[in-house]
């Protein structure tokens, strides 16, 4: 194995693991970093990395472009309160800006309580791992917020696994957790992948490098079924692409699971020993059958048969579940269905099938296996951040309990650690159940166009804050429009660190991000973090001096130090198989799994404690023919978002020339029929309403999509344009989530409907209007909140509003 | 005969672009400009309801076959970059026995 820092000739190349900034989850791609007189050069895969084995996506390989970058933050800054929106940002020292940030944040603590402070947080980022531990061990706030409306990424089926199964996050086997892959023994390929919701070349998920998908198929003739509105790509090398309406998905895996049970492709010894509810699953989903899922769904009765078949003969089988879980009001009870569809194969956690992991999440809680609530106590050798806020002083658990949201919504607060997203939007604007007088982002762009819905709601409710501060890497609408101090955020070939798969909740391996370079007064997330909390409070954050101190403290200790990580670049997680067998997920050792019965609960007494069916169920769609046929005149189309592209991760790289060149506009994919039909041509402008609000995108015109159904990419906005008020980069021009609204959730508070929203479409002249992207005109569509009360009576009774 | 060729199995090209950043930041040709460039053929649908949508990345003049890379032991910077590991080099020869071995969507490259 190479050094992971050796000279060569003038140059210096360093091996790192990379995660954020730049935005990307942890997949830990391997770098080769090549650095003259402290400068990148260039940027390449590294050929040694177990995963990626130096293949490499465009936005590492561009990373000079972003670290670069001329519009690049990289020094402090502040402005003045009333100066919000304009460009009148003035160069300060990280000593001033710590202290106004931490002098403002005693202040509002001491006037109103630390919980009138709040920390956003971005998906996904390093940044993830972070915001918890800004707002509960800087300010002492229980406030962290993800802004998603209905936690719609990751938590609900964090979530959906935590009640089920326990805990960990099932993830494809891909022989990711050996030094030796697909040699490893007993390792085999899975004969059948059902990818479902999930774009895996595209999207980096989580943890799971989605090229190995292609690997498999070429090298072992693995055959996947696809379930999207969308032909993908991937889609044209899979076996069957189920193509269903937009959020009718929890109707056809009911039906999968009908097509199992029926024909009996099951596992009945695993069954028998390691699920609870079997025949309660089998009875429900006799509501479901083929026939009855077709119509709902808009596939063929024949095509769910045979895929189903395809799936339960097949052996070794794996899922790969992706966002559509998540970005759907229904999604609760189709991750109940998938986690169904994983178990009653017996391939669950078993070579080849759907791998479980062990349960650690870097910090935020850390102890061996089993399924752990954000509101449990730890003892002293793994003490969580909550337990060290509270021995510390830093919190009190009075203060823990008032997180804003979570006395209606106990099932999400008693696995994620946050506020509830549309409950917190509503007290920021309502003030209830208390005032919120300051935020800070950490790589959190709420006022954008990647996570919030109804975005508008937010940029007049941040507005109106005492006092605003973001750790970022480049001004975005929501540093502009609200923030008074900003602090410059080094990226992840600039700090070390270390990245883990799935945030530790089921690793391949611990990869090192190792400082290559120093880039202006960039600090690392932690650093920063260390910075303002050694202001707020010393007792605590003087024992760490560096990013080393506080990561073999509170983020590694489970794992190796820092320093031995480094040399060895990545390490392996070797978890074995069958985990279950062998008392490897509870955390009391005992052999089954972390859920009351011991067994994967198929019927779920977690979800009927909060008042959830214990059982799947199908549910239309909120907007739609059938719930809302009053607006389909007006907004005949189905519209789902928020598919990735490669070369940007959500919001960000717009500003990377070799990224934007990719794709320079934003495009909505529609129905050759439909775009003859609307006289619409391939990139032309199109605006596209809901009644929520207009955007404009330029017409992409492919038959991948269906007749009806429309994709609209989200994260566009215009860092090249005015950033000062009212443009804001042309945030309103193209932002899809304009036209969603908050508040449209399940029982337990998840889901949304970036995937099945309805809209209307028209052709505009690209030139001359108000919402043209050369303009700087400003076409923001007002809130219709208002005049459209179709959510107000979503289910549950949302009181602030009636009040 | 030595000459040098790329091996595509364009089946599996994902059009991920990884190959086009990577050769620029080898040859240094600037933002405007490519050794190697993905082209798609566009997604279309066959009377029997399967469907066609290829990617093949095809390598121009400013190609070198990265002899610096290769001499020093190293894959050139499209091969090793790409993610769905479907560019490969070898001499003319050897791609040629891949492309028998394959028998479909393959081609060989010579810029």
Same mark, same amino acid.
């Given at each position: 194995?190479?050094?992971?820092?050796?000279?060569?000739?003038?140059?210096?190349?360093?091996?790192?693991?990379?995660?954020?900034?730049?935005?990307?989850?942890?997949?830990?791609?391997?770098?080769?970093?090549?650095?003259?007189?402290?400068?990148?050069?260039?940027?390449?895969?590294?050929?040694?990395?177990?995963?990626?084995?130096?293949?490499?996506?465009?936005?590492?390989?561009?990373?000079?472009?972003?670290?670069?970058?001329?519009?690049?933050?990289?020094?402090?800054?502040?402005?003045?309160?009333?100066?919000?929106?304009?460009?009148?940002?003035?160069?300060?020292?990280?000593?001033?800006?710590?202290?106004?940030?931490?002098?403002?944040?005693?202040?509002?603590?001491?006037?109103?309580?630390?919980?009138?402070?709040?920390?956003?947080?971005?998906?996904?980022?390093?940044?993830?791992?972070?915001?918890?531990?800004?707002?509960n061990l800087v300010f002492g706030t229980p406030n962290s917020v993800y802004a998603q409306a209905g936690w719609s990424c990751?938590?609900?089926?964090?979530?959906?696994?935590?009640?089920?199964?326990?805990?960990?996050?099932?993830?494809?086997?891909?022989?990711?957790?050996?030094?030796?892959?697909?040699?490893?023994?007993?390792?085999?390929?899975?004969?059948?992948?059902?990818?479902?919701?999930?774009?895996?070349?595209?999207?980096?998920?989580?943890?799971?490098?989605?090229?190995?998908?292609?690997?498999?198929?070429?090298?072992?003739?693995?055959?996947?079924?696809?379930?999207?509105?969308?032909?993908?790509?991937?889609?044209?090398?899979?076996?069957?692409?189920?193509?269903?309406?937009?959020?009718?998905?929890?109707?056809?895996?009911?039906?999968?699971?009908?097509?199992?049970?029926?024909?009996?492709?099951?596992?009945?010894?695993?069954?028998?020993?390691?699920?609870?509810?079997?025949?309660?699953?089998?009875?429900?989903?006799?509501?479901?059958?083929?026939?009855?899922?077709?119509?709902?769904?808009?596939?063929?009765?024949?095509?769910?048969?045979?895929?189903?078949?395809?799936?339960?003969?097949?052996?070794?089988?794996?899922?790969?579940?992706?966002?559509?879980?998540?970005?759907?009001?229904?999604?609760?009870?189709?991750?109940?269905?998938?986690?169904?569809l994983m178990a009653i194969t017996g391939f669950i956690d078993a070579p080849g099938g759907t791998t479980l992991g062990m349960?650690?999440?870097?910090?935020?809680?850390?102890?061996?296996?089993?399924?752990?609530?954000?509101?449990?106590?730890?003892?002293?050798?793994?003490?969580?951040?909550?337990?060290?806020?509270?021995?510390?002083?830093?919190?009190?658990?009075?203060?823990?309990?008032?997180?804003?949201?979570?006395?209606?919504?106990?099932?999400?607060?008693?696995?994620?650690?946050?506020?509830?997203?549309?409950?917190?939007?509503?007290?920021?604007?309502?003030?209830?159940?208390?005032?919120?007088?300051?935020?800070?982002?950490?790589?959190?762009?709420?006022?954008?166009?990647?996570?919030?819905?109804?975005?508008?709601r937010w940029y007049e409710a941040l507005k109106k804050l005492d006092f605003n501060c973001a750790a970022d890497l480049f001004?975005?609408?929501?540093?502009?429009?609200?923030?008074?101090?900003?602090?410059?955020?080094?990226?992840?070939?600039?700090?070390?660190?270390?990245?883990?798969?799935?945030?530790?909740?089921?690793?391949?391996?611990?990869?090192?991000?190792?400082?290559?370079?120093?880039?202006?007064?960039?600090?690392?997330?932690?650093?920063?973090?260390?910075?303002?909390?050694?202001?707020?409070?010393?007792?605590?954050?003087?024992?760490?001096?560096?990013?080393?101190?506080?990561?073999?403290?509170?983020?590694?200790?489970?794992?190796?130090?820092?320093?031995?990580?480094?040399?060895?670049?990545?390490?392996?997680?070797?978890?074995?198989?069958?985990?279950?067998?062998?008392?490897?997920?509870?955390?009391?050792?005992?052999?089954?799994?972390?859920?009351?019965?011991?067994?994967?609960?198929?019927?779920?007494?977690?979800?009927?404690?909060?008042?959830?069916?214990?059982?799947?169920?199908?549910?239309?769609?909120?907007?739609?023919?059938?719930?809302?046929?009053?607006?389909?005149?007006?907004?005949?189309?189905?519209?789902?978002?928020?598919?990735?592209?490669?070369?940007?991760?959500?919001?960000?790289?717009?500003?990377?020339?070799?990224?934007?060149?990719?794709?320079?506009?934003?495009?909505?994919?529609?129905?050759?029929?439909?775009?003859?039909?609307?006289?619409?041509?391939?990139?032309?402008?199109?605006?596209?309403?809901?009644?929520?609000?207009?955007?404009?995108?330029?017409?992409?015109?492919?038959?991948?999509?269906?007749?009806?159904?429309?994709?609209?990419?989200?994260?566009?906005?215009?860092?090249?344009?005015?950033?000062?008020?009212?443009?804001?980069?042309?945030?309103?021009?193209?932002?899809?989530?304009?036209?969603?609204?908050?508040?449209?959730?399940?029982?337990?508070?998840?889901?949304?409907?970036?995937?099945?929203?309805?809209?209307?479409?028209?052709?505009?002249?690209?030139?001359?209007?108000?919402?043209?992207?050369?303009?700087?005109?400003?076409?923001?569509?007002?809130?219709?909140?208002?005049?459209?009360?179709?959510?107000?009576?979503?289910?549950?009774?949302?009181?602030?509003?009636?009040? | 005969?030595?000459?040098?060729?790329?091996?595509?199995?364009? &089946?599996?090209?994902?059009?991920?672009?990884?190959?086009?950043?990577?050769?620029?930041?080898?040859? &240094?040709?600037?933002?405007?400009?490519?050794?190697?460039?993905?082209? &798609?053929?566009?997604?279309?649908?066959?009377?029997?309801?399967?469907?066609?949508?290829?990617?093949?990345?095809?390598?121009?003049?400013?190609?070198?076959?990265?002899?610096?890379?290769?001499?020093?032991?190293?894959?050139?910077?499209?091969?090793?970059?790409?993610?769905?590991?479907?560019?490969?080099?070898?001499?003319?020869?050897?791609?040629?026995?891949?492309?028998?071995?394959?028998?479909?969507?393959?081609?060989?490259?010579?810029?």
């Amino acid at each position: 194995m190479t050094e992971w820092k050796r000279q060569e000739g003038e140059e210096t190349i360093f091996r790192t693991c990379a995660w954020s900034p730049p935005g990307c989850h942890p997949v830990g791609c391997g770098l080769q970093v090549h650095v003259k007189d402290g400068k990148v050069t260039k940027v390449e895969g590294d050929p040694e990395h177990p995963i990626t084995k130096g293949s490499l996506c465009t936005r590492c390989l561009a990373l000079p472009e972003y670290i670069y970058h001329p519009d690049r933050i990289t020094h402090p800054l502040k402005r003045a309160r009333e100066d919000r929106g304009k460009d009148k940002w003035e160069r300060c020292t990280w000593d001033e800006a710590t202290d106004l940030i931490a002098q403002n944040a005693r202040e509002i603590t001491e006037k109103y309580g630390a919980e009138a402070i709040c920390v956003f947080g971005g998906t996904g980022r390093e940044g993830n791992n972070w915001y918890p531990q800004w707002a509960n061990l800087v300010f002492g706030t229980p406030n962290s917020v993800y802004a998603q409306a209905g936690w719609s990424c990751y938590g609900p089926r964090m979530t959906n696994t935590a009640f089920m199964i326990g805990g960990g996050y099932p993830e494809i086997d891909y022989a990711q957790k050996f030094e030796d892959r697909y040699e490893h023994e007993g390792w085999v390929a899975p004969e059948c992948i059902l990818i479902w919701g999930k774009e895996p070349l595209r999207s980096n998920p989580d943890g799971l490098y989605g090229h190995a998908v292609i690997e498999m198929v070429r090298q072992f003739g693995t055959k996947l079924i696809c379930v999207d509105p969308r032909v993908t790509w991937l889609g044209t090398r899979s076996e069957e692409v189920l193509q269903l309406r937009p959020g009718t998905d929890t109707a056809l895996a009911m039906a999968f699971i009908y097509v199992m049970a029926h024909d009996d492709l099951v596992d009945h010894d695993f069954i028998d020993k390691w699920c609870y509810g079997y025949e309660q699953l089998v009875e429900r989903v006799q509501d479901m059958p083929p026939a009855k899922a077709a119509e709902i769904c808009g596939v063929p009765e024949e095509q769910i048969w045979r895929a189903a078949r395809l799936y339960g003969n097949a052996k070794p089988s794996s899922v790969a579940w992706g966002l559509a879980v998540d970005e759907n009001p229904n999604g609760t009870q189709l991750g109940q269905c998938l986690i169904a569809l994983m178990a009653i194969t017996g391939f669950i956690d078993a070579p080849g099938g759907t791998t479980l992991g062990m349960g650690d999440d870097q910090g935020n809680v850390v102890r061996d296996g089993g399924s752990i609530s954000a509101d449990e106590k730890v003892d002293d050798a793994t003490d969580s951040t909550l337990e060290l806020a509270f021995k510390n002083g830093i919190m009190t658990e009075e203060t823990w309990g008032r997180r804003v949201g979570i006395d209606k919504y106990p099932a999400m607060g008693s696995i994620l650690w946050t506020v509830m997203p549309d409950e917190f939007l509503k007290a920021l604007e309502t003030e209830k159940p208390y005032k919120i007088h300051m935020a800070h982002f950490i790589s959190s762009n709420p006022i954008g166009t990647a996570i919030s819905a109804e975005p508008q709601r937010w940029y007049e409710a941040l507005k109106k804050l005492d006092f605003n501060c973001a750790a970022d890497l480049f001004m975005n609408p929501t540093t502009m429009a609200c923030c008074d101090v900003f602090l410059p955020i080094a990226s992840t070939i600039e700090h070390d660190g270390m990245v883990v798969t799935h945030y530790g909740l089921n690793s391949s391996f611990y990869g090192a991000q190792n400082k290559c370079v120093q880039v202006g007064e960039c600090k690392s997330d932690v650093e920063a973090m260390m910075a303002v909390g050694k202001k707020m409070y010393p007792d605590f954050w003087n024992r760490f001096e560096t990013q080393t101190d506080y990561d073999n403290f509170h983020v590694m200790r489970s794992w190796l130090p820092y320093e031995e990580l480094r040399e060895k670049v990545t390490v392996m997680s070797n978890e074995p198989y069958y985990k279950y067998e062998i008392g490897k997920l509870r955390p009391d050792g005992q052999v089954g799994f972390p859920t009351s019965t011991g067994r994967v609960e198929l019927y779920s007494y977690m979800y009927e404690q909060f008042g959830e069916n214990p059982l799947p169920y199908y549910e239309d769609p909120a907007y739609g023919p059938e719930r809302t046929p009053e607006l389909m005149e007006k907004y005949p189309f189905i519209l789902t978002t928020g598919a990735r592209r490669q070369e940007f991760f959500h919001s960000e790289h717009k500003q990377v020339p070799s990224l934007r060149q990719i794709t320079p506009y934003p495009q909505i994919d529609l129905n050759p029929a439909d775009a003859a039909r609307l006289g619409i041509e391939e990139d032309d402008w199109v605006e596209i309403a809901s009644p929520y609000g207009a955007v404009r995108q330029r017409a992409h015109v492919v038959p991948t999509i269906k007749e009806g159904v429309c994709h609209a990419m989200h994260g566009w906005w215009y860092p090249e344009q005015d950033g000062e008020e009212p443009n804001l980069f042309g945030n309103w021009k193209s932002n899809i989530n304009v036209l969603m609204p908050n508040s449209v959730n399940g029982v337990m508070g998840f889901g949304n409907t970036f995937k099945q929203m309805i809209c209307s479409l028209k052709k505009v002249e690209g030139e001359g209007g108000p919402n043209d992207p050369d303009s700087t005109g400003i076409f923001l569509e007002p809130s219709r909140q208002a005049e459209f009360t179709y959510q107000q009576v979503w289910r549950p009774t949302d009181e602030t509003q009636q009040a | 005969m030595t000459q040098k060729a790329l091996y595509i199995d364009y &089946e599996f090209c994902s059009g991920c672009h990884s190959c086009e950043v990577a050769c620029r930041n080898e040859i &240094e040709c600037g933002i405007d400009d490519w050794g190697i460039k993905v082209l &798609e053929d566009k997604p279309r649908q066959h009377a029997d309801g399967t469907w066609h949508w290829d990617y093949i990345a095809l390598p121009g003049e400013l190609c070198d076959m990265c002899e610096a890379r290769t001499a020093a032991g190293k894959l050139p910077a499209c091969v090793q970059s790409c993610q769905a590991k479907c560019l490969e080099i070898g001499t003319i020869e050897e791609c040629a026995a891949k492309l028998a071995a394959k028998g479909k969507k393959a081609a060989i490259l010579v810029p």
